[in-house]
């Protein structure tokens, strides 16, 4: 393990109980694709997951963010193995890394 910060600030990575665990993130990925929010400036992020979570399943999705925010694999190689377009790695994890901030803003509050 280095000593470089690490890239998400995840429970996982930080070790800090205030940061959002890699579940938390997973969770509400999934929650937001099944509840899209109408009217709000981020809805764009839910309908993008949900589409995702639609084509490659919960299982995939999870796999992928936690391949990105605990293993600091980048959002195009992150797909390896799950019959998964590079690009949709780069989408998800997007949508995740916004969620985890998402998240973390909710608890400094």
Do not use: K
């Not at 280095?2 to 205030?18: H, I």
């Not at 193995?81 to 509050?109: H, K, P, Y």
């Amino acid at each position: 393990m280095s000593d470089a910060e690490p890239l998400y600030n995840v429970r996982e990575q930080t070790g800090n109980p205030e940061h959002a665990s890699v579940d938390d993130v997973v969770d509400l990925v999934i929650h937001r694709a099944q509840n899209p929010r109408a009217e709000h400036e981020d809805a764009h992020f839910d309908t993008a997951v949900a589409a995702l979570v639609d084509r490659y399943g919960t299982e995939s999705v999870r796999t992928v963010i936690h391949r990105i925010l605990v293993d600091e694999e980048p959002f195009r190689t992150a797909t390896n193995g799950l019959e998964m377009r590079n690009v949709d790695g780069v989408r998800i994890g997007t949508d995740a890394s916004w969620f985890l901030e998402e998240l973390n803003a909710q608890d400094d509050g």
